[in-house]
Nanobody
């Protein structure tokens, strides 16, 4: 499966952005999906995950209450709605797909998108 993330940009602190990740190549609804981010000089870290059906979600503590992950299986797309953005949310955001879903939340992801830059100014 190929993943294409989009929607990043420059926003002021307190603002909002919605990231999208479009999938192609395989049956999207069979995959759990996740968002990760990597800030300069830091390791890539987990942000949020959504189950195959979209019913179950899971978030990193740092984004709970501010970010919402969702998916539209009819459009083969997963979203990350980011509200109340903070400068520390600045990072490259990646979407990922887990075709095996051996655990919840997934412990590993097989497919990765190319990333989209999110910059939050203070």
């Amino acid at each position: 499966v190929q993943l294409q993330a989009s929607g990043g940009g420059l926003v002021q602190a307190g603002g909002s952005l919605r990231l999208s990740c479009a999938a192609s190549g395989r049956t999207f609804s069979r995959y759990a999906m996740g968002w990760f981010r990597q800030a300069p000089g830091k390791e890539r870290g987990f942000v949020a995950a959504v189950s195959k059906s979209g019913v179950s979600t899971y978030y990193a503590d740092s984004v709970k209450g501010r970010f919402t992950i969702s998916r539209d299986n009819a459009k083969d797309t997963v979203y990350l709605q980011m509200n109340s953005l903070k400068p520390e949310d600045t990072a490259v955001y990646y979407c990922a797909a887990d075709p095996f879903v051996r655990s919840w939340p997934p412990e590993s992801y097989k497919y990765w998108g190319q990333g989209t830059q999110v910059t939050v100014s203070s």
